[in-house]
C-alpha cells in the first residue's frame, strides 16, 4: 500500500511564509509526477502547483512568484515553499502524486489527507 504524508501547515500572518512537505511512502519505484491542490470553504478543489520527474513545473497564476514547488525522486517527496503569504491562501492543502509502483505493478494516483494553512492577521 502507498500513502502520502502530509506536514508543515498551520496559522501565519499575512507575508509570513510556510513550507509544505509531502512523502510518498509504500512500494514506490518512481515519482512520475507530484503536485499541491488547495481547496478553500466553499470553493472547488484548485491546482496550486506541479512539479515533473524531469523537473518541469507549472504554477497557478495566482501564486506564480510567490510559491516553490520541488521534488526529489529519490526519497519520493515534494515540498511547496510559500512566501508572501495572502489570506486569500487560507485553504486546506492537498498533496497529489502520480507513482509508478510495485503491488500492484503499474501507474497509479494518490491524494494526501489535507493540511489546513491560515493566513490571518
Known amino acids: 500500500q502507498v500513502q502520502l504524508v502530509e506536514s508543515g501547515g498551520g496559522l501565519v500572518q499575512p507575508g509570513e511564509s510556510l513550507r509544505l512537505s509531502c512523502a510518498a511512502l509504500?512500494?514506490?519505484?518512481?515519482?512520475?509526477?507530484m503536485s499541491w491542490y488547495r481547496q478553500a470553504p466553499g470553493e472547488e478543489r484548485e491546482l496550486v502547483a506541479t512539479?515533473?520527474?524531469?523537473?518541469?513545473?507549472n504554477y497557478a497564476d495566482s501564486v506564480k512568484g510567490r510559491f516553490t514547488i520541488s521534488m526529489d525522486n529519490a526519497e519520493h517527496t515534494v515540498d511547496l515553499q510559500m512566501n508572501n503569504l495572502k489570506p486569500e491562501d487560507t485553504a486546506v492543502y492537498y498533496c497529489?502524486?502520480?507513482?509508478?509502483?510495485?503491488?500492484?505493478?503499474?501507474?497509479?494516483?494518490?491524494w494526501g489527507q489535507g493540511t489546513q494553512v491560515t493566513v490571518s492577521s
Open positions: 497529489f502524486a502520480d507513482l509508478f509502483v510495485k503491488l500492484p505493478f503499474g501507474y497509479y494516483t494518490y
Open positions: 509504500g512500494n514506490i519505484v518512481s515519482s512520475e509526477e
Open positions: 512539479v515533473t520527474k524531469g523537473g518541469t513545473t
